[in-house]
């Protein structure tokens, strides 16, 4: 199980994943629609803008695994088909994926582990970075944007800075350039993560954590960003750089044992701790690239002493203001949260929840963020995903989801938060109005794997759709995804999930399977028992 221990002072995240070194371009993916914007991003003052000027808000989550020994991302072990993980996500509401890495992913020959071969056998044999690219090309096709985080040096654990004697400060930067040179042609991909979670070691005065402004270039985090950051856009100058902060600006922990506090800092969260960029900001080459992206945990974290303040939860946005929103209120530059997250079994951290989802605003002009974490895995916050990876957490999605800006542009089905379940019958289009078209997008020595997309013409919705098709007999179904998709006899049923139930008027749906047998196109495509 991943778990997030406590954190120095304060708290920690262990979750990071990796990509190699190798510069291939990839196909440009389609051009982004207005849920995350057209072209490449950039900033102004305190928003992200698009290629056309318009504001941006990322709205996203964190699927976790590339840092880990796994080296891909989790719950590839499950029932539930990659695409379809990425389905529910997009028709959630989210419109951005953070991925974390490690650099160990990035190692040629680096091996992929924990994938379901029958669930996923398009994956089967692919590295690490080939997975990414499946997967950054598919959330592209929804929509959505991809974060690149780098996570960890090595897959065994986080680390208080960016380097270590077995990853040094040139395998970081040359990683980083060999991935805007991968991804230089592909604007899905919008940017760089640095390094995850930054944070103090050893005991003031003989710190040896990261600090920000102290001038050690060994370990000033706010100088290495800017060296990495000038780095990346070097190769790739279109990308966003996304700096964390610190937990304690020296970079080192109170000597608890002096009995002097009169100069004890104030220290936050692991990265979370931005109160001295207004005074020593990050400097990049290229103007309007830098975003900061501080984390904020909740009690099933660390029980930070502000949860049990007499004006709590009144307290907390002057905390927030403090070590990151300022830099937002003063229109110095985007935030965007990296990292939120919590199991909700104490109380006060519902509250917690809905306090920060309301400071970070709602609407386009909100700040930006990714929640922590799609995973149920994370040992300390639980995700988005139900053990299952399939069914969803309503407690969660029911406080996040307001603030959510679905991806739109994408070929998958209707976009925005979970809805209720039908009310009534289904609504039949006329006869004839629909559309069906069929993709086969894998093949292998006794099955096959496809797409059907199914496109509304009617003038009213479709609610709660189902689509049928026919299979020649000796065909069976696999799995299925973005429905619920049953086989009996030669005909199959795909019905609309509880989470999407309505099909709208010239609104499509697309339909993956793999399946066991000769491949074959499905027949009689059929939307609500009309054929298209």
Known sequence: MQRKPVRGALAALVVAAATVLVGITLATPPAMAAGTGTGYLHTSGNKIVDSTGATVRLTGINWFGMETDNKTFHGLWS????????????????????????????????????????????????SPLQILDKVIAYAGSKGMRVILDR????????????????????????????????????????????????????TNPAATGACW?????????????????????GVQPNWLI???????PSGGLSNVWDGDTSNDEDCGWWGGNLSKAGQFPVRLSVANRLVYSPHDYAISVYHQTWFDAPNYPANLPAIWDNYWGYLFKQNTAPIMLGEFGTTLADP???????????????????????????????GDTGGIANDDWTTINQAKQSIIGPYLIAPTG???????????????????????????????????????????????????????????????????????????????????????PTWSPSLAAGASVTIGFTA????AIPGGVALNGVTC
């Open 79 to 126: 029932s539930n088909p990659w695409r379809n993980q990425i389905d529910t996500m997009a028709n959630l509401g989210y419109n951005t994926l953070r991925i974390p890495y490690s650099n160990d992913a990035l190692k040629a020959g680096a091996v992929a582990t924990g994938i379901n071969d029958f669930v996923n056998p398009d994956l089967v044999g692919n």
């Open 151 to 202: 996570h960890r040096p090595t897959s065994a654990q986080q680390t208080a800075l960016w380097y270590t004697s077995a990853v040094p400060e040139s395998t970081w930067l040359s990683d980083w350039r060999a991935l805007a040179q991968r991804y230089a042609n592909n604007p899905t991909v919008i940017g760089a993560d640095l390094h995850n979670e930054p944070h103090a070691e050893g």
């Open 213 to 233: 402004g102290c001038g050690d270039t060994n370990r000033d985090w706010r100088l290495a960003a800017e060296r990495a950051g000038n780095a990346i856009l």
């Open 242 to 248: 996304f700096v964390e902060g610190v937990s304690c």
């Open 348 to 378: 006060k951290d519902r509250v917690w929840l809905t306090n920060l989802m309301s400071y970070l605003g709602s609407g386009v002009n909100g700040m930006s963020f990714t929640y922590w974490s799609w995973n149920p895995n994370s």
């Open 410 to 496: 994408g070929t998958g089905g209707p976009t925005g938060g979970p809805t209720g379940g039908p009310t009534g019958g289904p609504t039949t289009p006329p006869p004839g109005d629909c559309d069906a078209t069929y993709r086969s997008t894998n093949t292998w020595q006794g099955g096959f794997q496809g797409e059907v997309t199914v496109t509304n013409r009617g003038a009213a919705a479709a609610n709660p759709w189902r689509v049928t098709w026919t299979w020649p007999s000796g065909v069976t179904l696999g799995s299925g995804w973005n429905a619920t998709v049953t086989q009996s006899g030669t005909t199959i049923t795909a019905a609309a």
């Open 516 to 519: 066991n047998g000769p491949a």
